[in-house]
């Protein structure tokens, strides 16, 4: 035990010696990593950019929304969506779900959509309406109609609802879109309160993946088939699997820039490390001689390597990482957009990996030189 750690201090006083002494060996193989290092993040970033830039708009245009539409058929005049019980338990979603059962007239003769809620979300519905629970007119936040009672007219009567506004990013208003009442059943004449269209606007929380929207347009397909009723199932799956499919095949060129890179950082380290080797052969042939494993030499070289390519790479992520902001939103005017450390990190694992297979593969000079005969060395 004390031979080997004497051994692998006298190995690291060495190469520290050698680094010293030919500054320009250690100096090259940073330069190198670390520049090629930065140019790869940059080059693998902007594509990580581009799908999240890509991706976020998609969203804020309704991509991670499915809108399903669905009238009761002669056959199954009373199919109903599944209660928010049923999809919370089943989808990882937020809903809303409503019965349109007719429309209302203002003063100004602006006709609104009235709509009806089934009873088993009125814990959703009875927050944004009226504290009273009366009918309620919902709105933009841009509506000329100002907030407070208002009447209007509905079946040819005159009745008051209640006007309050929902945020412009609200669930809800993607449904009823600009403005829209809502009432409880029990408001409505029991014909008019079992409606005959349907709708219900769903939101997948966690869109990590195309999979997450068909998920939830397959459940609803088939429940509308198996209700025997009318209906249609509207989202962006088709816009985002295209765009899986860009991504895949962008996945291939990441693959091959990160091979070039590797190429270029390994035929360097295989040379540094195969001329630092003949230089000092004599020497370590002597150590070979007095019993040093030749795995002790290799792994030396093995870890400076390791240290400098490990330490070059850091430099470049740290690099990357403090100036990137400023890249995207003063060179490439694509506004504030950044990555996180989370977000480049599977582009930092491929360069990581085909840098530790260059380290491995410039020791391979390494074991062969070291498992050469001791006096062929030594004569």
Known sequence: MKSLILTSLYLAKDTIHRWFSRVSSPLARVLVVYFLGLCALCSLGSYA??????????????????????????????????TLAEISELLDVDSYALT???????????????????????????????????????????????????????????????ARSLPENHLLMRLIHHQGIIVQQDFLPQQ?????????????????????????????????????????????????EELDTVLSKQTLCRLAFCLGISCIVGILLTA???????????????????????????????VENILIVGASFVAAIATFMYFQKM??????????????????????????ITLGVCILVSSIPIIIAAHRDIGRVLK
């Open 49 to 82: 950019l581009a799908t999240k830039i890509v991706r976020d708009k998609i969203i804020s245009r309704g991509g991670d929304l499915v809108l399903v539409n669905m009238s009761s058929s002669r056959e199954a005049e009373k199919a109903q969506f599944p």
């Open 272 to 302: 540094l490390a195969g001329m630092e080797y003949r230089q000092n052969e004599y020497i370590y042939t002597l150590m070979k001689s007095f019993g040093i494993h030749p795995i002790m030499l290799v792994a030396a070289f093995i």
């Open 100 to 162: 349109m059962v007719g429309s209302a007239r203002t003063t100004g003769g602006r006709h609104v959509p009235v709509y009806s809620f089934p009873f088993d979300r009125i814990g959703q519905y009875m927050p944004i309406m009226a504290s009273s629970g009366g009918p309620t007119l919902l709105q933009a936040p841009d509506s000329t109609l100002p907030c407070g009672p208002a009447d209007v007219e509905f079946k040819g009567e005159s009745r008051t609802v209640f």
């Open 327 to 352: 890249i995207v939103s003063q060179l490439l005017k694509l506004g504030n957009y950044s990555l996180s450390l989370d977000e480049i990190m599977p582009e930092i694992h491929i360069i990581g």
């Open 192 to 240: 008019e309160a079992q409606g005959v269209f349907h709708q219900m606007i769903v939101r997948v929380r966690n869109l990590e993946n195309t999979e997450s929207v068909l998920r939830v347009e397959r459940y609803f397909k088939n429940y509308i088939r198996l209700e025997k009723a009318n209906g249609s199932v509207v989202s962006a799956s088709r816009l985002l």
